[in-house]
Nanobody, 127 residues
Framework: QVQLVESGGGLVQAGGSLRLSCAAS????????VGWFRQAPGKERELVAA????????HYADSVKGRFTISRDNAKNVVYLEMNSLKPEDTAVYYC????????????????????WGQGTQVTVSS
C-alpha cells in the first residue's frame, strides 16, 4: 500500500509562489496516476491538476491553468505542484491522491476513483 505525505504549504502574499510536494512510501509510485485536489472552507473538493503514471500527460482545472504545474519524479517517488501567481481564491487545504488503476490522458479529467489520499497541507494566500 502506498502512503502519501504532502508538504510545502504555507502563507504567501498574492502573486507569490509555492511548491507542494507529495512523497510516497510503499509500493512503486510510478504505478499510480496522481491528482492534486483542494478544498476551501464551505466549498466542495476540487481537482486542480492530475498526471498520468509516467507524467507524460497532465490535466489542469481552468482556474489554475497557466499558473500551476504538476510534475513527478518517479525515481524519488515524489509528485510536485508548482504554484505561481497565487491568488487569494487559491487558499485551501491541498491534498494529493493516487489511483492504482490505469488512467488515460482523457481519464485525468475524472475526479473520482482516487483511492489513496494524503493528509493535506494548508495554503493561505493573503491579499
Amino acid at each position: 500500500q502506498v502512503q502519501l505525505v504532502e508538504s510545502g504549504g504555507g502563507l504567501v502574499q498574492a502573486g507569490g509562489s509555492l511548491r507542494l510536494s507529495c512523497a510516497a512510501s510503499g509500493r512503486t509510485f510510478s504505478n499510480y496516476a496522481v491528482g492534486w485536489f483542494r478544498q476551501a472552507p464551505g466549498k466542495e473538493r476540487e481537482l486542480v491538476a492530475a498526471s498520468t503514471r509516467s507524467g507524460t500527460n497532465t490535466h489542469y482545472a481552468d482556474s489554475v491553468k497557466g499558473r500551476f504545474t504538476i510534475s513527478r519524479d518517479n525515481a524519488k517517488n515524489v509528485v510536485y505542484l508548482e504554484m505561481n501567481s497565487l491568488k487569494p481564491e487559491d487558499t485551501a487545504v491541498y491534498y494529493c491522491a493516487a489511483d492504482g488503476e490505469y488512467r488515460s490522458a482523457a481519464g485525468l479529467r475524472r475526479s473520482i476513483g482516487y483511492d489513496l489520499w494524503g493528509q493535506g497541507t494548508q495554503v493561505t494566500v493573503s491579499s
